[in-house]
C-alpha cells in the first residue's frame, strides 16, 4: 500500500502551489455529491486520515480516480460524506472497488500521468436521502468548450501534500472545459486521449495537492481530478473524463 502515497504524487510533486485556496468555502447543500476517502485502518495512514476525493452517482456507487484505490482492500476505506468540515461527515463503509482493468501511470517528459483513471465504489449500505447527500447523475454528453464548471476538494494550497486527520474544509472552484486538442499539442505534448477533459481558470486557479477523485461538475458529473503538470497557473488540469466512461461505469455496477 506504499504505492498509494506515490501514486498520489500525481498532484503534489511541483512547485508553486495555491491550490483551492483561491476557491471558496463550499456549501455542501450545493454539492451534495462530494465525499472523502478515509483511512480506516492504518493502511499506512494513520486510521482516520482523509486522502481524496469521492463522488456518489447513486445511493449505493460512488466513483473516484483508480491512482487513490488501486489495490486497496475496501474493509480498509470508508467514505465520508454530507459536510464540507472534513471531522463532521458521516462515514460509511464501501464492499467493492473496481479499477479500470486498464488503468495505467506514464510517464513523458513533461509530466507524470494517467490514463484509464477511474474506479467504482460499491457501498455497503445505499447513502441516506437528505439535502447534505444527494448524489448526482452521470454525464448525458460533453461540455462545449469554455463552459463554467465546479470542481471541489479537500486538498490543500501546497504541492506536498500529506493525508491529514480531517481538519480542513472543502473548497470550490469554477473553471472552463476547454479544447483537448489545444492543450494535448501544446502543453501535455501528446498524452491527452478521449478517456481525459481539461479544465482550467485564466486567473490561475487550480486544484492541487490532494484534491484527486474530485468532481468537475455541472447539473452532472463531468469529470475526475486525476493530473495536472502545475498548480496555481493557468495551465490545465486534467480530469478522467465521465462521459467516455460511463459504458464503462454501467458495465461494472457489481449488483
Ligand atoms: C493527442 O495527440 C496525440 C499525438 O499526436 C494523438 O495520438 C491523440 O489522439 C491526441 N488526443 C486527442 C484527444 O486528440
Not at 454530507?82 to 479499477?99: E, H, M, W
Not at 479544465?199 to 481530478?225: M, R, V, Y
Amino acid at each position: 500500500m506504499l504505492k498509494f502515497i506515490s501514486l498520489s504524487i500525481l498532484l503534489i510533486n511541483f512547485k508553486t502551489c495555491y491550490g483551492i485556496i483561491n476557491g471558496y468555502v463550499a456549501n455542501i447543500h450545493d454539492d451534495p455529491y462530494v465525499g472523502q476517502l478515509v483511512a480506516l485502518v492504518p493502511i499506512p495512514l494513520t486510521v482516520g486520515d482523509r486522502y481524496g476525493q469521492v463522488v456518489a452517482f447513486s445511493p449505493k456507487y460512488a466513483v473516484t480516480v483508480c491512482h487513490l484505490v488501486q489495490n486497496s482492500d475496501p474493509s480498509a476505506i470508508g467514505v465520508g460524506f454530507g459536510s464540507p468540515y472534513q471531522y463532521l461527515v458521516k462515514v460509511f463503509t464501501i464492499s467493492t472497488i473496481r479499477c479500470h482493468e486498464d488503468f495505467a501511470i506514464l510517464t513523458n517528459s513533461v509530466t507524470q500521468y494517467a490514463i484509464n483513471d477511474i474506479a467504482i465504489l460499491k457501498l455497503t449500505e445505499p447513502l441516506p436521502n437528505c439535502d447534505t447527500i444527494q448524489p448526482i447523475p452521470l454525464c448525458i454528453s460533453e461540455p462545449a468548450d469554455n463552459t463554467a464548471l465546479i470542481t471541489l476538494g479537500w486538498g490543500a494550497f501546497v504541492q506536498l501534500d500529506l493525508p491529514v486527520l480531517g481538519t480542513r474544509t472543502l473548497n470550490s472552484l469554477i473553471l472552463l472545459s476547454s479544447n483537448m486538442l489545444t492543450f494535448n499539442n501544446s502543453i501535455y505534448q501528446g498524452i491527452i486521449n478521449e478517456g481525459h477533459i481539461c479544465a482550467f481558470s485564466t486567473s490561475g486557479q487550480t486544484p492541487c495537492g490532494g484534491d484527486s477523485g474530485g468532481p468537475l461538475a455541472g447539473k452532472t458529473l463531468f469529470g475526475l481530478t486525476s493530473f495536472s503538470i502545475s498548480c496555481g497557473t493557468t495551465q490545465p488540469t486534467v480530469f478522467t473524463n465521465v462521459c467516455y466512461y460511463e459504458p464503462w461505469i454501467n458495465a461494472n455496477m457489481i449488483p
